[in-house]
């Protein structure tokens, strides 16, 4: 081939590969969109896009601006004056939706918390003139209030919006809350293994978001109608629950549960097994299941009562009885509660409350004795107090007395009249 | 010629030919990256500023494939803080991050712990158990405490955005304060916050018992709170706010019934705050009345009567009285005038008076000292019904406050 052929076919070339890369260049490149300028800083790149928003059609801005800039991540570049667009950011570069909240819920209380100041700061310098002024402090409460609840609600919307429709300001003590609810259920939930466990914490979670549906239904249920739902759900809930557990479970379940159990916080300075516990609250339920309850509440006849009485007697010991019924009994527990601040032992209270089970006893018997005249009763009452009082510093020694007569001491003043 | 020609052109073929493969390599590398914004909300509405004018929404889209999160996540908190510093977080971002992540994870840690006395246990090993809880609760609460100073220094705390929930506490705390800057109301605020919590671990502690050492470990709770108050308010804004906040309390104790000027209940005010919270340090919930030493009752009313005078003292005195405020409350449903409650009061005091007079008499005894407490009782049960009309005088009687006007005879 000859030199001047080859220039020919060189240059074709030449023309060619120009008009290729210009047309390349302008495909890649749309009429009225800048050139993308690169900034190299380091491996970490970034894009700005400054382009306004395709649905923000009233905006009268100037053309879209692109912009790639590689160079090191800021926090700046999540950054937006839209909330939208900082959480989408943030989850775009793999925020954990707990930590976006955690981001969020703040910054948007900072927002209104600005608002709240701004309805505040109008009337901080008139704090004297509006509390001297009922009726003008009253009109401004009522005010204020009403901003209050809108600013909350608008919040509110705003936080929907942003985090999902569960969100609301009180998302993240909710949260908070429900761990410690998930927690007590577990602890209450621990004789049971730990597959059962979980099965029953997603049983509970079932049901309640299925309650939650419930109560979010629209248009919402009338009452009646949502009372039936509720009910019917509980005796869903219950049956998948009883499903789940094997009989002693159950039965152990059911204990934890009774109306009884809370026998065990009651039993001040008593020390019961678990077998006693359990025995105590099994033979509460089964005279309060045979008697008809009044409004709710478990109202045994005198009759029950003392066979009830006699049931725990015979399990706990005549002994071991009395010191139940005492530690039930409010005017032991306020002994007990001194003696045990003050790290008295235990016998201090128990003695005390029979140095006032023996004052009591013997100043009812002079207040009814007929035969006493009015000024040796009189006389009498006031020596029984006195004795008691001598009896009780005795036993409790001085400091702990004086504390007691403080708190808990009126029943000595009226035992001498 | 020619040659040089044909190697000018041969090296502009090479220059276009590496061009295109370059220009190609990019635009294929580039296209995955689609502009996150696309898949990003409806910006416009929602303004973190304040001043919401039109703005062209500005739209970061990161290119996740070389900055995730996971970069600046750390189980160590002080290098998750370092982190987060080292790409330019703010320090208020990194507090709210941080201290609830870290609520959270003592949130766990305190309630995963089992109660150390199991379910079925009573009396005193249950209360040794419950002990044992609330000492693990407390060193749990220090620890966190330690951790958060140690990451994130003195600064930042989370009570101010625990309490960023409530907007009518917000606003009345502002309120209350006076007028200083957002971080001292938010400086202000944390400093309360944490004697209160101080305050209310010793009061548990002390189960309603409280001991000589429990109340001195409260007076030096509230001596370091009023310290750190002075530290953050200027003399004048400390004494305003304490100020502020003794009235706030002030007003249901009484005080709503005693007609003042502003002026005059600002320095009421003063007076009390200077008595009871700065004279001891016992500056806590702000909102609630403090229980009040007859010594330190003596000295307010001693500096209150000299500064309103015997006139306006008296019926500051009669603002307190139940007999008056039951009026007082009787006035605005009822129509009746606003010197009812003035006029019943002076009946009380005459009616009071006779009752005196007759019991110092000893010459009138049994009937006819019965005879004469009635006489007092039905003039001044007259007297009473003639200023407020049937129908209060009828909802006098049934309140508390108007029982005395029958109680002559049979106290």
Excluded at chain 2, 130 to 138: D, G, I, N, S
């Amino acid at each position: 081939m000859s030199a001047q052929r080859l220039i020919a076919v060189s240059l074709c070339l030449n023309l060619v590969l120009g008009v290729v890369l210009i047309r390349g260049y302008r495909r890649s490149t749309p009429m009225g969109q800048p050139t993308l300028a690169t900034k190299e800083i380091t491996n970490r790149s970034l894009r700005l896009d400054a382009r306004r928003s395709p649905l923000d059609a009233s905006s009268t801005q100037p053309p879209a601006v692109a912009v790639v800039v590689d160079e090191a991540f800021r926090w700046a570049q999540l950054e937006s004056a839209d909330y939208r667009v900082y959480v989408a950011n943030l989850r775009a570069i793999g925020c954990p939706e707990e930590t976006v909240r955690d981001i969020i819920i703040p910054d948007v209380n900072e927002l209104f918390y600005r608002r709240v100041k701004g309805l505040v700061d109008t009337v901080q310098n008139r704090f004297w003139e509006f509390l001297a002024d009922k009726k003008a402090l009253q009109k401004l409460v009522e005010e204020k209030q009403g901003q209050l609840e809108a600013l909350d609600k608008e919040r509110d919307a705003v936080l929907k919006e942003l985090l999902g429709p569960r969100a609301d300001h009180r998302l993240r003590a909710n949260e908070l809350a429900e761990i410690e609810q998930v927690a007590a259920r577990k602890q209450f939930l621990d004789f049971l293994p730990a597959d059962k466990i979980d099965r029953c914490l997603a049983l509970d979670e079932k049901f309640k978001n299925l309650r939650e549906q419930i109560a979010g239904a629209e248009p919402p249920l009338e009452s009646k109608e949502l009372q039936a739902k509720y009910k019917r759900l509980k005796e869903q809930q219950d049956g998948e629950f009883e499903a789940i557990l094997a009989p002693e479970e159950l039965a152990e379940y059911k204990l934890r549960n009774s109306r009884f159990a809370d026998t065990r916080l009651r039993l001040t300075g008593f020390d019961a097994g678990e077998a006693e516990l359990k025995e105590m609250v099994r033979i509460q339920e089964k005279f309060a299941g045979a008697s008809p309850g009044v409004n709710g509440q478990v109202a045994l006849t005198s009759e029950a009562q003392k066979q009830q009485r006699d049931e725990l007697k015979k399990m706990l010991g005549v002994e071991r009885f009395v010191e139940y019924e005492r530690a039930q009994d409010n005017r032991y527990q306020e002994m007990y509660q001194v003696a045990d601040r003050l790290q008295l032992p235990a016998k201090a209270a128990s003695d005390a409350y029979e140095v006032r089970a023996a004052a009591e006893a013997l100043a009812q018997q002079v207040r009814t004795d007929q035969t006493i005249p009015e000024d040796k009763r009189t006389a009498q009452l006031g020596a029984i107090r006195a004795e008691t009082e001598r009896a009780l510093v005795e036993t409790f020694g001085p400091k702990a007395f004086e504390l007691y007569q403080t708190r808990s001491g009126q029943w000595l003043a009226q035992l001498g009249r | 010629m020619k040659r040089v020609v044909l190697i000018a052109s041969v090296g502009l073929n090479l220059v276009l030919a590496m061009a295109m493969v370059r220009f190609r390599h990019e635009s294929s590398e580039s296209a995955p990256r689609a502009p996150v914004a696309r898949a990003m909300p409806e910006p416009v509405a929602i303004s973190k500023g304040v001043s919401a004018g039109p703005k062209t929404a500005e739209a970061v889209s990161a290119v996740t494939n070389r900055f995730h999160w996971r970069r600046i996540e750390s189980e160590d908190y002080a290098q998750y803080v370092a982190n987060l510093r080292g790409i330019g977080c703010p320090e208020k971002t990194i507090c709210d991050i941080v201290t609830a992540d870290v609520e959270k994870a003592y949130t766990i840690k305190r309630t995963v712990a089992p109660f150390p006395g199991g379910f079925w246990s009573s009396g005193t090993r249950r209360a040794a158990a419950t002990q044992v809880q609330e000492a693990r609760e407390r060193a749990l609460e220090a620890e966190k405490g330690a951790l958060l100073q140690r990451v994130l220094g003195p600064d930042c705390s989370g009570e101010w955005n625990e309490q960023a929930d409530d907007l009518v506490e917000q606003a009345l705390m502002r309120f209350v304060i006076g007028p200083v800057s957002d971080g001292t109301v938010q400086k202000v605020f944390t400093t309360i916050k944490q004697g209160e919590e101080l305050v209310k671990e010793i009061r548990n502690r002390a189960n309603g018992i409280m001991l000589p050492e429990d109340e001195a470990a409260l007076a030096k709770v509230s001596g370091q709170s009023l310290e750190e108050l002075k530290r953050l308010l200027t003399p004048e804004q400390l004494e305003e706010f304490a100020a502020r906040g003794e009235a706030i309390g002030m007003m249901d104790h009484g005080m709503e019934y005693f007609q003042t000027t502003a002026t005059e209940l600002r320095q009421i005010a003063h007076i009390h705050a200077a008595v009871f919270w700065l004279g001891d340090g016992k500056g806590f919930n702000l909102f609630d009345h403090q229980e009040e030493s007859p010594v330190q009752d003596k000295e307010f009313e001693t500096r209150l009567r000299a500064y309103l005078g015997e006139k306006r003292f008296a019926e500051y005195q009669r603002a307190k009285d139940p007999v008056f405020q039951g009026v007082v409350d009787l006035t605005e449903p009822n129509s009746l005038s606003a010197s009812a409650a003035a006029k019943v009061y002076d009946i009380k005091q005459l009616a009071d008076a006779g009752r005196q007079t007759l019991a110092a008499d000893g010459s009138v005894a049994g009937p006819e000292r019965e005879a004469q407490l009635r006489q007092i009782q039905d003039t001044t049960r007259l007297a009473v019904q003639g200023v407020l009309g049937e129908k209060a005088f009828a909802a006098y009687l049934q309140q508390g406050n108007g029982r005395w006007v029958t109680n002559f005879v049979n106290p």
